[in-house]
């Protein structure tokens, strides 16, 4: 019992790469121990130039465990005068699968923030959990999305032997001075079929918005019961050029590019969001 450490970086700069990790939990329980109980350390990374992620296995975690009562860690990256870039299936994650709320990741960098390769950013409430999902922020010069990358906060459905997760899933906010471009990207906050809770909102302010190949920005429901309705978050574009959703996937034309807000015809009743697009 008791909580997790904290884990800080200050460095010119960091690169993570071949599987390397990063990681605060609180430990789930197992055949000799019952689950550890107290709460996730945050994990803070602060470089002058670039924070960089390669790899498949390579990730930056604060979870907590199956059966913890906790929250997990938050996660906080800065590059004050240099970019943040995830690549080849890398990584940045904060959930819980026990008793507490998932903490939230934020990004600053001074110039790009750049996923590829499907890499990805979460913050979820994994099935059989109850607590809230954290949020997603992202602050700097430009965002870029691409080739599978996404930005998901989610409340997942119910799984093998584990019920449906309980509460709300995250907001995802990117507030970038340039542009946000998706090609083949997604921005996604989710509630799974039979959750209780509601979709996070999106919230995009930049130069220009554009949504290439099947990019996609949604908020959706899958969830609720015949007493209580599951709502599916808002989406609010604000920019001061142009959006641009040029059409579907080159490769797989049914994937459509767009903005969604949806209620899936699993939900046992819910509302779509509204979605709001402000160019000026």
Not at 26 to 36: E, L, M
Not at 79 to 106: E, F, H, P, Y
């Amino acid at each position: 019992t008791g909580d997790a450490g904290s884990i800080e970086v200050r460095a010119g700069s960091l690169l993570v790469s071949a599987g390397a990790v990063l990681l605060s939990g609180v430990r789930k329980a197992d055949a000799q121990n019952p689950a550890a109980q107290g709460n996730g350390g945050n994990i803070a990374v602060e470089v002058r130039d670039r924070v960089s992620l390669t790899g498949n296995d390579t990730a930056i975690l604060a979870n907590t465990g199956s059966g913890v009562v906790g929250r997990s860690g938050k996660i906080r990256i800065t590059a004050t005068n240099g970019s943040i870039s995830l690549a080849d299936g890398a990584k940045l994650r904060t959930g819980t699968s026990g008793q507490g709320n998932a903490g939230q990741v934020t990004l600053r960098a001074g110039d790009a923030v750049s996923l590829t390769g499907g890499s990805r950013i979460e913050a979820e409430v994994d099935s059989g959990a109850v607590g809230n999902g954290g949020d997603v922020s992202i602050f700097a010069r430009s965002l870029s999305l691409t080739n599978g990358a996404s930005l998901v906060t989610r409340v997942s459905k119910a799984e093998a032997e584990k019920l449906a997760g309980r509460g709300d899933a995250g907001n995802v906010t990117a507030n970038v001075r340039e542009g946000v471009t998706l090609d083949r990207g997604f921005i996604l906050t989710t509630v799974g079929d039979e959750v209780l809770g509601m979709s996070g909102e999106i919230a995009i302010s930049a130069r220009s918005l554009s949504l290439n190949n099947g990019s996609r920005l949604e908020t959706a429901t899958s969830g609720g019961n015949p007493t209580q309705r599951s709502i599916a978050g808002n989406a609010s574009i604000n920019v001061r050029d142009r959006v641009t959703i040029p059409g579907s996937d080159r490769a797989n034309p049914s994937d459509r590019s767009g903005i969604f807000a949806t209620v899936s015809d699993r939900a046992q009743g819910g509302f779509g969001g509204n979605i709001n697009i402000t160019a000026r």
